[in-house]
């Protein structure tokens, strides 16, 4: 039995790394905020930063929406910046403590690009400037609006999309270099979906065909969004399209369904190899997975039709 064991120990070791190196963990959290103005969070989001921190992620992201602003009468700036402090105190903070980087990108209630709301811009971009994420910034001169970064072998963007249609050609190109010597899985994610999730906000979002084709030509395996506050695991044009849940107020239908989602956040398992697991969890203390059959087997629109990640099978995404 010693000699058996020992020459386990020595087959293992003789192993390269890559053999046994666990994968890529990633969360993807979105769409925080409460009513205008609030500096208070709901109880859930504590609950579901406690649990990300006991899943151990390697980087969460946030799809937008963190902080209540994007209405009139404006918000002072010592208004903005106070709703700010309430999420640093409620997520980010927590999570720098716990040693796991957060990556963020504009939402329209954080850093609208409307006329208007120039000041929760700045804020945005003055919140977030100190405190980048611990990763190898590829573009990161805009930060935190469009930017471009490597961990664990995983290209991500993040897209600068407060405002619904297309991106302007120069977001376009930026895109297209940002991914030029990327690795064997590419993730792209921004406020606003490609195509819509949601009932009520068909018409929210950036609804561009030339912009599907730029994802198919680069590679890029998921584009990760928020805005439509329902989760749905998808696939269209041979990409994985993840709308999340939001984590604060107003859950939304889905396209074609008669409840409302729930709270959840969304779990990325990425290998070496570019291959992507995907899954979910909900319930009061997120620890219930979601089941992917409880969700429509396809999202109908006049836009685009998206199929159920499991309807829709790719080849380096899958539902987990």
């Not at 640093?88 to 409307?114: E, K």
């Not at 190899?273 to 396809?298: C, H, M, N, T, Y």
């Amino acid at each position: 039995m010693a000699r058996l064991g020992a020459l386990l120990v020595v087959l293992v070791l003789a192993l390269p790394v890559s053999a046994w190196s666990a994968p890529l963990r990633v969360v993807v959290i979105s769409d925080l905020n409460g009513s205008y103005g609030s500096v208070r969070y709901d109880p859930r989001v504590s609950a579901a930063v406690k649990r990300i921190i006991g899943l151990r992620p390697d980087l969460v992201i946030s799809t937008g929406d963190m902080v209540a602003g994007q209405r009139r009468p404006h918000l002072s700036g010592k208004e903005v910046r106070g709703m700010w402090a309430g999420f640093h105190a409620a997520v980010s903070d927590p999570l720098a403590r716990a040693g796991i980087p957060l990556a963020v990108t504009p939402g329209n209630h954080d850093a609208s690009a409307y006329h208007g709301f120039e000041r929760e811009r700045r804020i945005y971009a003055e919140q977030w400037r100190g405190r980048r994420p611990d990763v190898e910034f590829i573009d990161g001169a805009d930060y935190p609006f469009f930017y471009a970064f490597d961990l664990g072998g995983v290209r991500f963007v993040s897209l600068d999309v407060t405002t619904v249609g297309p991106l302007r050609p120069a977001q376009m190109q930026r895109l297209e270099t940002a991914l030029a010597d990327a690795g064997p899985a590419r993730i792209v994610f921004s406020h606003l979906p490609l195509w819509p999730f949601a009932q009520g906000r068909e018409t929210e979002v950036i609804g561009d065909p030339a912009l599907e084709r730029l994802f198919g030509r680069l590679g890029i395996d998921m584009h990760l969004s928020g805005h439509h506050h329902a989760f749905y695991p998808g696939s269209a044009g041979g990409i994985a399209l993840i709308s999340q849940a939001c984590l604060g107020s107003g859950p939304r239908r889905l396209i074609g369904d008669n409840d409302r989602s729930d709270q959840a956040i969304t779990v990325l398992d990425i290998t070496q190899q570019g291959d992507i697991g995907v899954w979910a969890l909900s319930g009061p203390a997120f620890d219930k997975r979601v089941e992917i059959g409880d969700l429509p087997a396809a999202l109908r629109s006049k836009s685009r039709v998206i199929d159920r990640l499991d309807k829709a099978p790719l080849p380096d995404v899958r539902w987990q």
